[in-house]
């Protein structure tokens, strides 16, 4: 979704739910790249079965904005 949506769709409690166990920013200025926004990578994934062969899965553990 764009980023002016997520600002209003998402709250500050979102983001820190959607963050759990990742350290990064938690307040209101970086509300428009809280997860939810973005499409799900387990989904696109799936979508592109005939494309890929996955061999690993990472796990986000920081994000650095601003």
């Known amino acids: ?6 600002k ?7 983001l820190v739910k ?5 350290e990064c920013r938690k307040d209101g200025g970086v509300i428009d790249e809280i997860p939810g926004a973005y499409k799900s ?10 494309l890929v062969e996955v061999v690993a899965t990472l796990k986000q553990v920081v994000c650095v904005k601003g």
């Open 18 to 22: 959607q963050t759990e166990g990742v």
């Open 8 to 14: 209003k769709s998402f709250s500050v409690d979102d």
């Open 41 to 50: 990578i387990e989904e696109v994934m799936n979508q592109q079965t005939d």
């Open 1 to 6: 979704m764009s980023r002016s949506k997520a």
